[in-house]
C-alpha cells in the first residue's frame, strides 16, 4: 500500500512499503535465518519480499531520492544475510545472487507493463 503525497506534482510515499517489507524479511530471517544458508534466505528474499518493494512503483512514479531509499533497504537486508557491516560489500554480493537494484527495475518494470497491454 502506497500514499499519495500532497505536493506540486503527483509523488508518493513509500514508507508503508518499507515497513511491510522489513516485517516481511524479519518474519523469514527470524524463522530460517541461521539455519538455512545465504542462498536460501536470498532466494526467499526475492520472491517474498521484493515484490512488496516493487508494489506501487509501476503506478507511482519514485524520485531519485525515494529510489536510493528503497535500495537502502535492499542493502540493509543483504548486508545481515551475507554478515558484513559495509553497505558497497554487500550491495555487491547481492548483485552476485542475482538481487537486482529497485532503481534498475523501475524501468525494466514500465517497459515490461508497456509489452503487455493489448
Do not use: H
Amino acid at each position: 500500500m502506497f500514499y499519495f503525497s500532497s505536493s506540486t506534482a503527483l509523488s508518493c510515499n513509500y514508507d508503508l512499503i518499507i515497513i511491510s517489507f522489513y516485517l516481511a524479511f524479519n518474519a523469514i530471517y527470524g524463522k530460517v535465518g541461521r539455519l538455512a544458508s545465504a542462498d536460501v534466505v536470498i532466494k526467499l528474499l526475492k520472491t517474498k519480499c521484493m515484490p512488496i518493494l516493487r508494489y506501487g512503483l509501476d503506478a507511482c512514479p519514485a524520485s531519485p531520492r525515494q529510489l536510493r531509499s528503497l535500495k537502502y533497504v535492499v542493502v540493509s537486508c543483504g548486508r545481515k544475510i551475507v554478515n558484513v557491516n559495509r553497505l558497497e560489500i554487500a550491495a555487491e554480493c547481492l548483485k552476485m545472487f542475482g538481487v537486482s537494484d529497485v532503481a534498475e527495475l523501475w524501468p525494466r518494470v514500465k517497459t515490461d507493463l508497456s509489452r503487455n497491454t493489448c
